[in-house]
């Protein structure tokens, strides 16, 4: 087979599990491989029975054989339809997370891996069911390809009953047209010369004017510009640049953007990248089922519809840069609504929409698309929540589209939609930077004090008694005594017995972090930025290796649990926390060198144990190294755009215990069950427990006797599971 491969064509790698083909249940790879034959490629089906864990058979070696020749690879693309995760086959490791030594993916073949799904029943689509029929599998089947850095496609197969009871694959059609197109995309990106290619950069503009460029802890703008200074740098054809983000935002704004406002027809006419008209527009519509034509003109009316459009065209918003748009996303319904732009379910997109992604496909000509930050509106149109249909919004707009989709690291649950319904490529960007709140001025009305107070003697009643009526009026003039749910009009006597109460809620204000800024993709934290990241990546323990200030405090011999008990004063605290920082920043001094910064420690606390010792170990080189390669953000999707496999990695809030989140860029998946709920987690979560436990019996006198639990997805992969360690903490579990 090989021997007479047509080489001259592009070449695509489909990989089936051997049961396929020794019960001849063949009939969608067949099919499968006849279109993209037809559509100008040639293929390389290898079935195959994989072993584990290093054993026989595995699937590197599979690799190796079929998809390289000469330390080189023979494919451009491959396609999967193995359920489970090939990377944990070909490694030795437990576990799911795959070093990138380990990741044959990329050190072999290092191009996209496509997984095309099965249905194991009977396929419905969205008119006639809104779920998937076997909707575990499918998410089995999603995960573990996630976890592997597979890009997400669509269902090619579903289960018949033959006339003789036998159960077999039968093909989808027109989803196997959908997975075709989307190799042919990556294909075509990947053979053509840098700067040819075409891309769109797209930014979110809802409500009023002025707010383009709207994404969660990242600058959208200037996030743009460094790409595309990135983009010039990698040989791009990007023109007449804006200097700045401020530069790129000004033009957006004077250029015909999602408020059409004042613009005269003329000046739609003659700044717009693109019109589209009616008798074009309905080619498009006409190829869209009945269904979805139905749903759509309910709420929106006959094409083309009056959002977006003038004198009967749609208009396509942007910035043309050479061979670059940066445009903004159409909106889902009028600024008026705007509670029903991102999540309605049952919400359809008016036409510009449709036409505003397929001028992009056919007039633009575009390779690909980034949509920029966390999130768009894509992701969220009616469907289904994964095996999407031909009548779920998300697969017949993007429709095969190269997606590349920088998303905040911290919030995988709705990354994961993404990755689920638009077939993106994640680049999973870093959080803000974080910063100790400390003491602003109307708190440290109440702490000052609050301190004095706690460092008077219980002998000295009168003096007690006036620092309680000014902690009383200071709480007062703060409104603080609604937060703590006591009487405004308690008394000085009264209130004395709350004064714990209200230590412990300067101590957790006081003690929180908080964003400094926003995030600017590639952007390496420089100075104080730097400072305070390794600081609040370092707060709480990461795994095994204990939290930087605890480890610092026991060398010191400050009690920090005396502290937050209100036994010690909490001026000790920012007096530990004002070494922290000065150590930090004198590891920068020394460009985090192991051994010099240890040398610092010692020379500045008088000692050094083992557990200090491993934390400062952990800042130089896990952390700091981590943080120095924020580029990789620009380049991993320099890489994507290159056709190019892009490694994949966990995702969760790094200043949760989850440091080992860095480097960024990476193509990222939500959890790892096995590591559910973290040792960090875990400490949080039964601290939790028991708070609630000593407030209820305080309040009611007796113990709960049932406790009812709303367990969020997102909020247990972003604080990889608090609320699960503290329901198995209520439960005796340890």
């Known amino acids: 087979y090989m ?69 080189r690879s023979l494919v451009r693309v491959i396609i999967t339809n193995n359920p489970f995760s090939q990377l944990a086959n070909s490694r030795n490791a437990s576990g799911i997370r795959t070093s990138d030594d380990d990741n044959f993916y990329r050190v072999l073949t290092d191009v996209p891996v496509l997984q095309a799904m099965m249905v194991t029943n009977r396929f419905v689509d969205y008119e006639e069911s809104r779920t998937s029929g076997d909707a575990t599998k499918m998410m089995i089947q999603a995960a573990w390809t996630e976890m592997d850095g597979q890009i997400l496609t669509v269902p090619i197969s579903d289960v018949s009953i033959d006339p003789s009871g036998r159960r077999k694959n039968r093909p989808l059609e027109d989803r196997i047209d959908n997975l075709v197109k989307s190799v042919s995309n990556r294909v075509r990106i990947s053979s053509k010369p840098r700067s040819e290619r075409k891309v769109v950069i797209v930014l979110y503009q809802y409500g009023e004017m002025g707010t383009i460029g709207g994404a969660a802890g990242l600058d959208s703008i200037e996030s743009t510009a460094n790409i595309l200074r990135s983009l010039k740098v990698n040989g ?100 008026d609504q705007v509670e029903r732009m991102y999540h309605d379910p049952d919400l359809y997109p008016p036409h510009q929409y449709l036409a505003f992604y397929r001028w992009l496909r056919d007039e633009f000509d575009a390779d690909a698309m980034i949509h920029v930050g966390t999130h768009g509106s894509l992701e969220w149109l009616p469907g289904k929540s994964i095996g999407l249909s031909s009548k779920c919004c998300p697969s017949f707009i993007q429709d095969g589209m190269i997606n590349i989709y920088p998303y905040l690291i911290d919030d995988p649950g709705e990354g994961i939609q993404a990755k689920r319904r638009s077939q993106a490529v994640l680049i999973g960007h870093m959080c803000p930077t974080m910063t100790r709140c400390g003491q602003y001025d109307d708190i440290g009305e109440v702490d000052t004090p609050l301190q004095e107070y706690l460092r008077t ?33 308690i008394v000085a006597d009264e209130f004395e017995s709350h004064l714990d109460d209200v230590h412990d809620y300067i101590m957790e204000v006081k003690d929180s972090l908080v964003r400094d800024g926003i995030h600017v993709l590639g952007r390496v934290p420089e100075g104080g930025k730097m400072d ?58 020394r460009d985090y060198d192991y051994p010099e910064c240890l040398e610092a420690v010692e020379s500045a606390i008088g000692m050094v144990d083992g557990p200090l010792e491993s934390s400062v170990r952990f800042i130089c080189e896990v952390v700091a190294p981590g943080l120095k390669k924020m580029g990789d953000e620009l380049e991993s999707i320099i890489e994507a755009l290159d056709g190019r496999y892009v490694l994949p990695g966990p995702s969760g809030a790094p200043t949760r215990g989850h440091a080992d989140l860095l480097p960024m860029g990476r193509n990222y998946y939500s959890i790892d069950p096995d590591c559910i709920p973290t040792r960090s987690a875990w400490a949080i979560g039964m601290r939790m427990a028991d708070q609630f436990i000593d407030k209820f019996v305080a309040d009611k006198g007796a113990y709960p006797r049932e406790v009812g639990f709303i367990v969020w997805a997102t909020d247990t992969m972003k604080t990889d599971g608090d609320d699960i360690a503290y329901a198995l903490w209520l439960m005796g579990v340890r």
């Open 236 to 335: 791009y054809r990007v023109e007449d640049m804006p200097e700045t983000g401020r530069e790129l935002a000004d033009r957006l704004l004077s250029s015909v953007n999602n408020d059409l406002g004042c613009l005269s027809s003329e000046a739609i006419e003659s700044m717009a990248p693109g019109l589209m008209d009616v008798k074009t527009y309905s080619k498009y519509y006409s190829e869209l089922p009945q269904y979805t034509r139905t749903e759509m003109e309910s709420q929106w009316g006959k094409p083309i519809g009056d959002v977006m459009t003038d004198k009967g065209c749609a208009v396509i918003p942007g910035i043309v840069l050479g061979n670059i748009l940066v445009t903004v996303q159409p909106v889902r319904t009028w600024n």
């Open 457 to 489: 003697p219980q002998g000295d009643r009168e003096h007690r008694l006036e620092l309680i009526a000014q902690i009383l009026d200071a709480c007062r003039r703060i409104d603080l005594l609604d937060d703590l749910n006591i009487p405004d009009d």
């Open 3 to 71: 021997s007479c491969l047509d080489m001259s064509k592009p070449v695509v790698g489909i990989l089936i599990t051997g049961s396929q083909w020794i019960y001849g249940d063949l009939d969608h790879i067949d099919m499968l491989i006849r279109k993209l034959e037809s559509a100008g490629m040639s293929t390389i089906p290898v079935f195959f029975n994989a072993g584990s864990n290093g054993g026989k058979n595995r699937m590197s070696d599979v690799y190796e054989r079929y998809f390289m020749k000469d330390g």
């Open 532 to 589: 305070e990241s390794i600081y609040s990546l370092t707060r709480i323990p990461n795994g095994d290796i204990p939290a930087f200030r605890d480890a610092l405090a026991v060398c010191i011999g400050l009690d920090l649990n005396g502290i937050r008990a209100g036994e010690v004063p909490s001026t000790d605290l920012d007096e530990l926390d004002s070494v922290a920082m000065k150590l930090i920043e004198d590891f920068r001094s």
